[in-house]
Structure formats: structure tokens, C-alpha cells
């Protein structure tokens, strides 16, 4: 999901260049000005309660807000996201918006501010006037939302800031020329949205196969927990050090540890397209981890692929592989690959689940040849690439 949050005095242009970003990119409008106008206009409760205090140029109590924010949500439950044009306009509302949009696992992508000088704020809002019949658009309630916005909403910035996803651009030249500047730092923006791809499977459904092959062609970059671990053993690292009894007893190295090695890998590549997790999370607690990891760093797992392999047909290529020359210790005997299935089955099985409920989950039979495996897994990836940006 995209969010984005147009933000701006008055008269800055929220509403013209929201209509033309709507055309661009697929969105749900959510312009609480709009929705509270369309309230009074159809003399509905909340419309009563909204128009005296639309008419002085005073701010809306966030109840009402809330309400209106949340129904529009509702109704758009199929979207790539939410465009948010006059919200939020408070420091509370802020924090309204991140718990809305975390209800439905996701967050602010980004807020854009335009930047236009209060002589011309006026000057536009006076102009539109003539014609608006907006009952907000007088020379004296122009002046209270202009010092209302610096009072209450100026300070939302802030919030967003610290965030490091609030971007200020000029919003004066002619209204082409501002969208030319918005498009572009969106675009911009977009390229930096990650795309987390985690792929979970029984052992020998073809997960190391695949998600090296998806590595490669977008662009992201492989995170694989067991081969890393056998890295740092192999260099003779302190953490290699840390991990050697655990692997040598074929026991589960501590999350900590773990963590760690993916963190550092994601903070040495954040300019990639995104990355392509295998191994982990490997359980319902590593699930969570993942997520309140990569929501640190402003992103999300975009989708989960499930491997799905019959348990016989696993069984069969794990042999297979343990006689062959890529054999792994843990191929070796019959014990061990079923203690390992087993383990999937009652511990990392139940991921499936959870990321099934988030709407996250795709299934994709591991069946077929390694090619035909493969277009289905690009033909997914390819989706959630659009669904993402
Ligand atoms: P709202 O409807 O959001 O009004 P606003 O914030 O005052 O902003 P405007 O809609 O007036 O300006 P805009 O930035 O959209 O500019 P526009 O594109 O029209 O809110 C109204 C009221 O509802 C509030 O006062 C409050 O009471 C209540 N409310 C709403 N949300 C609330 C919330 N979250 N919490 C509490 N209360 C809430 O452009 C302005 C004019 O300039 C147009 O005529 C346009 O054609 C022209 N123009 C645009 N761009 C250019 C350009 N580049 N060059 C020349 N002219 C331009
Ligand atoms: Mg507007």
C-alpha cells in the first residue's frame, strides 16, 4: 500500500493537485473538507454539528473526524491506498492516522507539503471565492483558517519529520508545473519503497532454489539465515564463535542472534529494491519480530510465497539431495528428515495462518519443474510489485 498525505495551508492547492494525482495512481480519496461539505450539504447529523464551526474557520473536533476516517476506510477495503487531502491537521490526529492505518497493517508512506506564501494563500482563496460558494471562502474566515493552521496544524509537520518521511515542495508556479515537482518526488519516493518478500516452505520444497532466481531478477537482495550463520561459523567470527554449539547440537541458535544478522544486512543494503527472506521467520514469535523490525525502518512484509510440496514429495528430494553432492549434514539420515518436516509442521506451519489473515499469503505449488515453479513465483512477484508502487 501507498499513503500519502497532502498537506498545506489553506489555498495551497490540496484539492487541484489531488485530482490530479487520483488520475495517475490508483487511490482512495479521503478530503475531510469534502466529505464534511457533502454532510452539511445533505443536512446530516454530523453535517449539524460540523457547520457552525466550518462557517467561523475553526477546526472540526477529532471525534467527528474519526468517524469520517474510519467509514471511508471501510468502504474501500480493495485499494492500493489512501491519498489524504486536509488530514491529519492536528498533532492528536497524527496519532489517530497511525492507528488507523496500523489497524490496517500499514502506515503513512509519506507526507507532502506545499510550500506557498500567505500572500498568495489569499489572493488564491479569494479568487475561488467568486465562484466556490464555499461558505468558509470570506476574506475574515480565510484569515482565522490561515491562523488556525498556524496555530494547531503548522506543528503536524513535526511529527512527520521526525519520522523522516516529511517532504516539502513549492507550491507556487502554475498548477501543471507543481504536479510535475509532486510526480517526480513521488516517483522518487516509490523507488525506495521496499518490496520484502518472505518464502516459506518445507524443507526441499525449493525455497534456496527460487528465491535466488527472484534475487536476481528484481534486484533484491537474498537474506538467509542458515547461510549466514554458516558464514560467520566458517570465518571463525564472535558470533560464529556464539552460534557453533547450537549448530553443532542441531538445536534453534537464539532470535538475538538471528536478529542481529538480518539487521545488520538490511542496514548495509538500504538502497536496495527490497529483500527476499528464506528461513526466517521460521516461527509465530520470528513472524512478529520480522514485522516489528522492518515497521522500524518504515516498511512491511509486501507478500508471503508458500511453497506447497506434498510431505511424500519432499521426503523424495531430500534423499535424493543426500545422495547427490549437495548434500547437507542434516539430509543424512531418515531420522533427521522427518524430525525436520515435523518441526515445519508444528512449529513453522502456523505462520502460514497468521499471514493468511494480514491477506498476505499466496500459494504456490512446488510441484512442476524448477521453470515452471519459478513463472509462477514471477508471475506473483509481479502483481505484488503493482499492488506495492
Ligand atoms: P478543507 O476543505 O480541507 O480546506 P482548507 O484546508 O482550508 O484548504 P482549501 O480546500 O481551501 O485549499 P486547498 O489546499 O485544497 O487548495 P485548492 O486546491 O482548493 O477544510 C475546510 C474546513 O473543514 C476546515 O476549515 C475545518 O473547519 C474543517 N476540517 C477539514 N478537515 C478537518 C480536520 N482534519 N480536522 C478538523 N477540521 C477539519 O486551491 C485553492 C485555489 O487556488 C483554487 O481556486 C485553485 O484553482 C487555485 N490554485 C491551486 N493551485 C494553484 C496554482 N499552482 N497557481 C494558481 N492557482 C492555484
Ligand atoms: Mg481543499
Known amino acids: 500500500m501507498i499513503n500519502i498525505a497532502l498537506f498545506g495551508p489553506p489555498g495551497a492547492g490540496k484539492g487541484t493537485q489531488s485530482k490530479l494525482l487520483l488520475e495517475k495512481y490508483n487511490l482512495a480519496y479521503i478530503a475531510t473538507g469534502d466529505i464534511l461539505r457533502k454532510e452539511i450539504a445533505e443536512r446530516t447529523e454530523l453535517g449539524l454539528k460540523a457547520k457552525d464551526i466550518i462557517e467561523k474557520g475553526g477546526l472540526v473536533s477529532d471525534e467527528i473526524i474519526v468517524q469520517i476516517i474510519e467509514r471511508t476506510i471501510l468502504e474501500n477495503q480493495q485499494v492500493s491506498g489512501f491519498l489524504f487531502d486536509g488530514f491529519p491537521r492536528t498533532y492528536v490526529q497524527a496519532y489517530i492516522l497511525e492507528g488507523l492505518l496500523l489497524k490496517l497493517n500499514t502506515s503513512l508512506t509519506c507526507m507532502i507539503s506545499l510550500n ?12 475561488r471565492s467568486k465562484t466556490s460558494q464555499r461558505i468558509d471562502d470570506t476574506p475574515e474566515v480565510i484569515e482565522t483558517r490561515l491562523e488556525e493552521y498556524e496555530l494547531k496544524t503548522a506543528q503536524v509537520a513535526d511529527f512527520y519529520k521526525e519520522k523522516g518521511i516529511y517532504i516539502d515542495i513549492l507550491g507556487t508556479g502554475t498548477i501543471p508545473e507543481v504536479f510535475s515537482t509532486l510526480n517526480h518526488t513521488i516517483e522518487t519516493m516509490l523507488r525506495k519503497v521496499w518490496m520484502n518478500i518472505v518464502l516459506i516452505g518445507y524443507p526441499g520444497a525449493g525455497k534456496g532454489t527460487q528465491a535466488m532466481k527472484l534475487a536476481e531478477k528484481y534486484n533484491l537482495v537474498y537474506i538467509s539465515t542458515g547461510d549466514m550463520m554458516r558464514n560467520e561459523l566458517s570465518n571463525n567470527s564472535d558470533v560464529g564463535l556464539k552460534i557453533r554449539p547450537f549448530l553443532e547440537k542441531g538445536t534453534i541458535v537464539p532470535d538475538e542472534i538471528a536478529i542481529k544478522l538480518i539487521e545488520s544486512k538490511i542496514k548495509m543494503n538500504s538502497k536496495a529494491n527490497g529483500f527476499i527472506f528464506k528461513g526466517f521467520p521460521r516461527n509465530l514469535v520470528q513472524a512478529y519480530i520480522l514485522d516489528g523490525m522492518l515497521r522500524k525502518m518504515n516498511s512491511t512484509v509486501s507478500k508471503v510465497l508458500f511453497l506447497d510440496v506434498p510431505v511424500l514429495e ?76
Open 116 to 127: 506557498v506564501p500567505r500572500t498568495e494563500l489569499v489572493q488564491r482563496l479569494l479568487e
Open 314 to 389: 519432499a521426503i523424495k528430494r531430500l534423499n535424493t539431495r543426500a545422495k547427490s553432492q549437495k548434500s547437507r549434514p542434516y539430509d543424512m539420515s531418515t531420522d533427521l528428515i522427518l524430525q525436520r518436516l515435523e518441526e515445519f509442521e508444528k512449529i513453522t506451519y502456523p505462520i502460514v495462518d497468521y499471514y493468511k489473515k494480514l491477506d498476505k499469503l499466496v500459494a504456490i505449488s512446488g510441484l512442476g519443474s524448477e521453470e515452471e515453479v519459478g513463472r509462477q513465483i514471477f508471475s506473483e512477484v509481479e502483481k505484488t510489485l503493482r499492488q506495492i508502487r
